[in-house]
């Protein structure tokens, strides 16, 4: 069964990719979502299996490289962290397959868009149940090209092909700083297995400090900055607006910019004895929360309003593992993944209704003709923003709060931008809800009116 949670999206992403002529575009869409969905029940039982063991679960594949200086298996782990996100990535994928199948349904390349979202979730599986370094840099390596197609699946659009683009050059400068990460790891223990090498840090650090292990530890946190969109790195996140929303949905939900959180929570071990890298990716993360939700407020495109406010989650989400809260930064990792797949879902209900419009200002009045989706983007928005009793209250909260009681300057700093941040997400997700559904509707008909009614008035 274990086995079977990663291997399915890939047989879906086989069957859509290579047979998608003979299944034809219904059937290319059954499959690839059932086998998701049959990955997510199965995931669901994980949770059950490793809770009540309380121990992780090793599952060795094959020998994978054996040579005389690296030895590494192909095998998976399953503890709480894995089950965790293996329900968030299976469970949001599987939702998202489903949806795209109707949001899709007027493309004729749909057997190889599913195709490319089964095996983005593959890779994905790939990274997060990862035994060792170089497993999951395959992954970590796979969801970035799987995210190339899926931005530049329109590809006779230019601002596609841009978008591909950056996201593929920008991600290759973090990709680097992991790559100098591991290998740094490498040859200093000779091992790329992470029990292996969680269990010798400390002794290494009582006889030769922490120096060495803050550099590399710095390393990894640059490839956490290309893949989670970190100030400095975040500049491919917007553009990445450019595929279909479904891509949207999936990359800013579960998969793609939850990679770099992921991976420095499976890295506890290492940042734990590397503080002033701790310190290094709170303030980061901090900057990045206060810098996207800036930059979201003055947006006006619907898709990329939600775009910057994953930039400024994902900042929090940084600067709870900075602070040596991981259990934290996976809790509202968790709670964001949903109610951002929620916003992203509703948003791509929203440009079909319009059109394929995005300018939020172009619209208004959506209320009576779109009152379910309405309700859902309300939904999202709130938890979003942090109102009580909703999801997103209660994993922003505790955030601000561990940052208020951490006694430190990187903790004060990191507690006041992550108030204000809250603050202005607050005011650009009620922008964004005013501006769609409860604004004035007449705004659009008078500016295509006087459009058209231009040539005539001399």
């Known amino acids: 069964m274990y086995l079977s949670i990663v291997a399915l999206p890939l047989m879906g992403a086989i069957t859509a990719g290579l047979f998608g002529r003979f299944v034809g575009p219904k059937g290319a869409g059954f499959i690839t979502t059932g086998c998701v969905g049959l990955a997510a029940l199965f995931s669901i039982t994980t949770v059950y299996e490793v809770g009540l063991s309380g121990s992780p679960v090793y599952v060795t594949v094959a020998p994978w490289i054996h040579s005389e200086w690296l030895d590494a298996s192909w095998g998976f782990l399953f503890d709480s962290l894995t089950t965790s996100m ?23 390349h749909i057997p190889r868009f599913m195709a490319y979202l089964s095996l983005f979730t593959f890779f994905m599986l790939m990274l997060i149940t990862a035994e060792n370094f170089v497993q999951m840099f395959l992954g970590w390596e796979g969801v970035g090209l799987c995210s190339y197609l899926l931005i530049n699946f329109w ?8 978008a591909a683009m950056k996201a593929m050059i920008v991600n290759r400068v973090g990709d680097f700083g992991f790559a100098l990460g591991i290998f740094g790891f490498y040859a200093t223990f000779h091992t790329v297995d992470f029990a292996t090498l969680f269990a010798q840090i400390p002794a290494y650090v009582a006889v030769h400090g922490d120096a060495w292990i803050t550099v590399l530890c710095l390393f990894l946190f640059v490839g956490a900055v290309g893949k989670s969109a970190q100030l400095g790195l ?24 939850t990679a770099g959180i992921f991976m420095m929570i499976r890295c506890s071990p290492l940042f734990e004895y590397a503080p002033t890298a701790l310190i290094v990716v709170t303030i980061f993360g901090a900057m990045t929360a206060f810098m996207a939700a800036t930059t979201g407020m003055l947006q006006n495109d619907l898709k990329k309003v939600i775009a910057y406010s994953t930039c400024s989650q994902l900042g929090y989400m940084a600067f709870a593992v900075g602070l040596s809260q991981y259990s934290v930064s996976m809790f509202h990792l968790m709670n964001h993944a949903y109610f951002k797949a929620l916003l ?21 009045g959506l ?13 999202g928005s709130m938890a979003l923003m942090g109102f009580p009793f909703l999801t997103g209250f209660y994993s922003k909260d505790v955030i601000l709060e561990v940052a208020y009681a951490h006694y430190s300057v ?15 997400t607050a005011f650009y997700s009620f922008k964004l809800i005013y501006l769609t559904f409860l604004a004035n509707s007449n705004a659009f008909k008078s500016s295509i009116q006087s459009a058209h009614d231009a040539p005539f008035s001399m």
């Open 155 to 162: 590809y006779t659009r230019i601002q596609a092909n841009k």
């Open 410 to 424: 990187a903790g004060t700093f990191a507690h006041w931008l992550g108030v204000l941040s809250a603050t202005i």
């Open 86 to 108: 293996l329900v968030i990535v299976t469970g949001i994928s599987a939702l998202v397959h489903c949806y795209a199948t109707g949001y899709m349904s007027h493309d004729p």
């Open 344 to 364: 992203f879902l509703s948003a791509g209900s929203v440009i079909h209704a319009v059109a394929d419009e995005q300018d939020m200002r172009r619209m208004g």
């Open 234 to 257: 975040h500049t491919w996140l917007p553009d990445a607006m450019e595929g279909p929303t479904p891509v949207s949905a999936l990359i800013h939900a579960a998969t793609m910019v």
């Open 367 to 379: 209320l009576r003709l779109l009152p379910y989706t309405y309700v859902m983007m309300l939904i």
